[in-house]
């Protein structure tokens, strides 16, 4: 039983998981400042974007509309400092080392070949 606890805790994809975890934590402090930076801005430019107050027909929208600008404006910010970032990074430096082939796919080649084999002249 303890030994099970053991392999389960040093392995390695647990390590990472949690190392992982923690710079996701970090690196969520700083998006929320960033957008909450660009909500500043936006607020300089057309006034604070706080809509909790607007309720069109006594239907409280404010809430959600501030909520639905804060998601995009957050969205923004992951897609132009990670995504295309990363995606680039990719590209650029990406790993060439081919996936190994399952072996069921190599399986299923072998026998492709061998049927062929038989049925060249």
């Not at 400092?81 to 990719?90: G, L």
Request: glycine share 8%; no cysteine; hydrophobic share 55%.
């Amino acid at each position: 039983m303890l030994k099970g606890f053991r392999d389960f805790i040093l392995r390695g994809n647990l390590v990472e998981l949690a190392v992982a975890f923690v710079m996701a934590e970090a690196f969520g402090a700083v998006v929320t400042a960033t957008v909450a930076v660009i909500m500043d801005l936006l607020g300089k430019v057309g006034g604070t974007p706080n809509f909790s107050s607007f309720a069109p027909g006594g239907i409280h929208l404010g809430t959600w509309l501030t909520a639905l600008i804060s998601f995009i404006v957050l969205a923004i910010v992951i897609y132009f400092m990670i995504v295309v970032p990363y995606d680039r990074a990719m590209l650029r430096f990406g790993s060439k080392k081919e996936e190994p082939v399952p072996e069921d796919i190599k399986l299923l080649t072998e026998i492709r070949d061998l049927l062929a084999e038989r049925r060249a002249p």
